[in-house]
């Protein structure tokens, strides 16, 4: 072969090669987007009169009155306010509420949960949540849904998933409570016992496909036969949890009521701390000297006396979770006054997957600041999940992660429950200003 034809056959492969891939070397389209005000997440000072200039998936620039190029596409949001997508940080994204229950739960197969999930999924995206920690599900129905999303089968935020939540025998999450013991079960389950037990169960999770590990250092006011005040499994146990999870650079969540249980916890290195009911003061300092995580999951307590009956609280339960709901909201009032620092988790499976954004309000019911409260549900949340880096606040380089709410949030905290624009990666999924259709690029 001579030379000059080597180098055509050279060229004409190379523009075979080259050819597919010209479209992706592209730059995509600048977007801007116009509205009153901002609010980053940082808790830094609101932007007056905010551009955000979107190209593809992520956030190129910030600021007030920046120069939008020539030609570019702009979205007007007039004077409504931008914040950083919601983020929450306890959800059981393929749980229904007691509410919202339509499956039997003895014949519900891992395929029935995922679909359920589906519809959650879109619930939450459309009421602001753009990210979520889900921190227990059932037969690996929550590693599907996320894997769905991330194909965009199906749309819904951003998901963190634990897989099961591990739990000792007869413990908070043991699937066999309250069953007959003629009963087998067969499901993927989270119980474990021991500290080569707990160690071996948090790499099976990981295998399956967890982003992190919950397990319940309690009892819980759902689970039939349990005591929240009791501490479940040994200092030990509680240790090589947290030891095995880091080791592996996973995080740990600790569902966590009784004291003994939060301290135990949080003297292992714990990375949250859930619900926190009898959280006292000095496991509060504790937690703010350790960098120990509080996701308090306020609004379903608060809330409780108002919804028990539409949530279809059991008659076990509502006797164990009526006795504690006081002592929960003193904690989360003093661990507020403390300092403690707090993402916001609504507990979603129990309450209203739509309906998270009352958490929000409920912070500043007890103490937060409106821009705490902000913060709580977007940066803070995200430093916890781990993924601040790339969203979680809106900054040059993140993820177009954002949501437009009527009004002004410092001075009704109330309207983020009212979002009329969501954009996750720039794709627009709710737009009650100009009504482009959901799941659309502008």
């Keep these: 072969m001579t030379l000059a034809r080597a180098a055509a056959m050279l060229a004409v492969t190379t523009a075979i090669l080259a050819g597919p891939l010209a479209p992706h070397a592209q730059q995509a389209?600048?977007?801007?987007?116009?509205?009153?005000?901002?609010i980053d997440g940082t808790g830094a000072p609101p932007i007056e009169d905010a551009v955000i200039l979107v190209r593809g998936a992520r956030i190129e620039q910030v600021g007030r009155r920046l120069a939008v190029p020539p030609g570019t596409r702009t979205l007007d949001l007039g004077a409504h306010t931008i914040v950083p997508g919601y983020i929450d940080a306890h959800t059981h994204m393929t749980s229904?509420?007691?509410?919202?229950?339509?499956l039997d739960r003895m014949t519900a197969t891992a395929a029935d949960y995922s679909l359920v999930g589906a519809v959650n999924a879109r619930h939450m995206l459309r009421a602001g949540f753009t990210a979520v920690r889900d921190v227990g599900g059932f037969d690996l129905a929550d590693v599907a849904?996320?894997?769905?999303?991330?194909?965009?089968?199906?749309v819904g935020p951003r998901m963190f998933v634990a897989t099961a939540s591990i739990s000792m025998t007869g413990g908070h999450g043991d699937p066999a409570n309250g069953l007959s013991p003629a009963i087998r079960l067969d499901r993927l389950a989270g119980v474990a016992n021991g500290v080569e037990g707990v160690r071996q169960k948090v790499r099976e999770l990981l295998r399956l496909g967890a982003d992190h590990i919950k397990f319940a250092a309690t009892g819980g006011g759902l689970s039939r036969g349990t005591k929240?005040?009791?501490?479940?499994f040994t200092d030990e146990e509680i240790a090589a949890i947290i030891d095995e999870a880091h080791r592996l650079g996973v995080k740990v969540a600790a569902h966590a009521h009784g004291i003994e249980g939060i301290k135990a916890a949080v003297r292992a290195g714990v990375d949250s701390i859930e619900h926190g009911i009898y959280l006292d003061e000095e496991a509060a300092d504790l937690m703010i000297e350790r960098g120990t995580v509080f996701v308090p999951t306020l609004w379903i307590a608060d809330a409780y006396f108002d919804r028990y009956r539409a949530w279809r609280i059991p008659d076990y339960a509502h006797a164990k979770i009526s006795a504690f709901i006081p002592r929960a909201l003193e904690s989360v009032e003093?661990?507020?006054r403390k300092g403690v620092t707090i993402a916001l988790g609504t507990d979603a499976g129990v309450g209203e997957h739509h309906l998270g954004a009352k958490e929000f309000s409920a912070y500043v019911k007890y103490g937060m600041t409106p821009m705490q409260a902000i913060?709580?549900?977007t940066s803070n949340a995200a430093k916890l999940i781990g993924g601040y880096e790339d969203f979680g606040s809106l900054e040059a380089g993140k993820y177009a992660d954002l949501v437009a709410v009527a009004g002004d949030p410092l001075?009704?905290?109330?309207v983020l429950e009212r979002p009329r624009f969501v954009m996750k990666e720039g794709v627009v999924h709710r737009d009650e200003i100009a009504s482009r259709p959901p799941g659309s690029r502008p």
Excluded: N
């Excluded at 929240?228 to 479940?232: D, F, L, N, R």
């Excluded at 001075?411 to 109330?414: E, L, S, V």
């Design 375 to 377: 913060a709580a549900g």
């Design 29 to 38: 389209p600048l977007l801007a987007l116009r509205a009153a005000r901002l």
């Design 145 to 154: 849904l996320k894997r769905a999303i991330e194909r965009g089968d199906a």
């Design 334 to 336: 003093m661990a507020i």
């Design 96 to 102: 229904e509420s007691p509410g919202e229950r339509k």
């Design 411 to 414: 001075q009704d905290i109330t």
């Design 228 to 232: 929240p005040t009791a501490q479940h």
